[in-house]
């Protein structure tokens, strides 16, 4: 088995889309990417990296520059020599993320040190449950009219995560304007805080962002957003509701599972120094 790269999105997809949606809920984030690509989200030097074995996927690793290298839930076997690959391709990773063990496995191999580390963990929707208190106002589907405050905010969110990467995020928020995935929350009148969940693929969808603006914060209205957004997802058809929160915030993690979310499993995005 050897790893083999592609810049035919197309057949990429079509090779590597069956393999990852035998596991949507594990496979949340490179699902999510790889529709991006296919809808011309994503250019440029793109990593599209696939192992095969008897003619079949058993592995993949997908790079959309400047982010992250992304690795689904893979063997970690199949790791030292994607690293030794990419290394001799001379290609540039600023970071890895995906499963715990498969992004320590890769950090471990990779020439470069870790930096820094985010540790996150993935949480599946239970049974939704409704803020206990709910927050004042009420939620509505973002609109073209929006999309101002939604770049704003979105780079906000970004640059507070440490994602930020200094390209334009209007393509993006306007894509999911488009496709009705980010749900604003409003109180007195006006927007207090947003979330998004991804158009369901594979019976998945998956919460994020969720952003309140500091001084608007502790009122509740993150927590609203997200019940709201939830909420939407179920009813557009999402049998699994993803999200991932940071573990070095004690209160995300608490206030999720108080509206019915539960731990899955534990990733990790790794910068290189």
């Known amino acids: 088995m050897t790893w083999t790269f592609t810049s035919d999105a197309a057949a990429y997809a079509a090779a590597v889309e069956p393999w990852l949606l035998r596991d949507p809920v594990s496979n949340t984030v490179p699902l999510t990417v790889l529709r991006g690509i296919r809808d011309g989200l994503w250019t440029g030097d793109l990593l599209l990296g696939r192992l095969e074995h008897g003619g079949r996927t058993v592995a993949a690793a997908i790079q959309t520059p400047p982010h992250f290298l992304v690795l689904p839930d893979i063997p970690a076997d199949t790791v030292p020599e994607l690293a030794e690959r990419l290394a001799e391709r001379g290609r540039p990773i600023p970071g890895v993320t995906g499963p715990l063990p498969v992004a320590e496995a890769f950090a471990a191999c990779w020439?470069?040190?870790?930096?820094?580390?985010?540790?996150?963990?993935?949480?599946?929707?239970?049974?939704?449950?409704?803020?206990?208190?709910?927050?004042?106002?009420?939620?509505?589907?973002?609109?073209?009219?929006?999309?101002?405050?939604?770049?704003?905010?979105?780079?906000?969110?970004?640059?507070?995560?440490?994602?930020?990467?200094?390209?334009?995020?209007?393509?993006?928020?306007?894509?999911?304007?488009?496709?009705?995935?980010?749900?604003?929350?409003?109180?007195?009148?006006?927007?207090?805080?947003?979330?998004?969940?991804?158009?369901?693929?594979?019976?998945?969808?998956?919460?994020?962002?969720?952003?309140?603006?500091?001084?608007?914060?502790?009122?509740?209205?993150?927590?609203?957003?997200?019940?709201?957004?939830?909420?939407?997802?179920?009813?557009?058809?999402?049998?699994?509701?993803?999200?991932?929160?940071?573990?070095?915030?004690?209160?995300?993690?608490?206030?999720?599972?108080?509206?019915?979310?539960?731990?899955?499993?534990?990733?990790?995005?790794?910068?290189?120094?």
């Open 111 to 273: 020439w470069r040190p870790e930096a820094a580390r985010r540790p996150e963990r993935l949480y599946r929707l239970g049974s939704l449950h409704v803020p206990d208190p709910l927050a004042r106002g009420a939620s509505r589907t973002a609109v073209a009219d929006d999309l101002d405050l939604l770049v704003k905010w979105a780079g906000e969110f970004q640059d507070e995560a440490d994602h930020g990467s200094g390209t334009d995020l209007t393509p993006l928020v306007a894509g999911r304007i488009a496709r009705s995935e980010l749900v604003l929350w409003e109180a007195d009148g006006r927007p207090v805080a947003f979330a998004g969940a991804s158009t369901p693929l594979g019976g998945m969808s998956r919460v994020g962002p969720v952003y309140t603006p500091p001084e608007l914060r502790g009122r509740g209205y993150g927590i609203a957003a997200s019940h709201a957004v939830s909420a939407k997802a179920l009813a557009g058809g999402a049998g699994e509701v993803l999200l991932f929160t940071d573990l070095a915030n004690p209160t995300s993690n608490r206030i999720y599972q108080a509206i019915g979310y539960r731990p899955v499993s534990d990733y990790a995005s790794i910068t290189f120094a």
